[in-house]
């Protein structure tokens, strides 16, 4: 079982290190989110979890269903000099309210990076019409797909670690004493297989 350090320092693909442009957008999501916190103990183990496999985060259920890299986007042309990393979830809410999909889950259900950053999906579709993801609403389990769109130097991996910011709910989480769900350190590492579909030139 990883600890909180391998979480973020699990993804080992070269393409990493080399995409200025991916780096670039990981550090912008870093500073968002405040860090990604390093583990206060190196020997406590991380949850990790696989395909199927359900995770309580606080403010969301997630179950990661598949990943894929493939030359479209879902429900989209395909796209002959692009690649896309596209991971398919079930999400539930389960807060009191709704919130926006692009809010909590492109936050906090993240790929790790091997330079220990997160990197935010760049669109959340939902999974049946493919459509731009709106409000999830509470207790209703929603299937979606992040998407990250890959760099030109991307070299395939079998396996792929992503990453779940807990994210608890505070009575006084701002001087007004207003509560709000508050995202917390690493939570869990998700590791799916990616299945390689870029050889497939026509869009399912």
Known sequence: MADKDELIGAARN??????????????????????????????????QFAAGQRVQSGAMAVTPLRAWVAHYRPGRQVEPDQLYLVLQADIENRTGRSFNAFGYPLKDLILVSATREPVQADNLLMADDHGIAGDLHPRLTQRVDLVWKLPRNYVYAPRQTFGLFARDYKAKAYLNDEGAWVQ?????????????LRDRRVAP
Do not use: M, R
């Not at 200025?20 to 990604?36: I, N, P």
């Open 184 to 196: 917390g350190d690493p939570f869990a590492k998700l590791e799916l297989p990616v299945q390689d």
């Open 14 to 47: 070269p393409w990493w290190q080399a995409a200025a442009a991916v780096a670039a957008v990981a550090l912008v999501a870093t500073l968002l989110l405040g860090g990604f916190k390093q583990a206060k103990s190196t020997t406590k183990p991380l949850p």
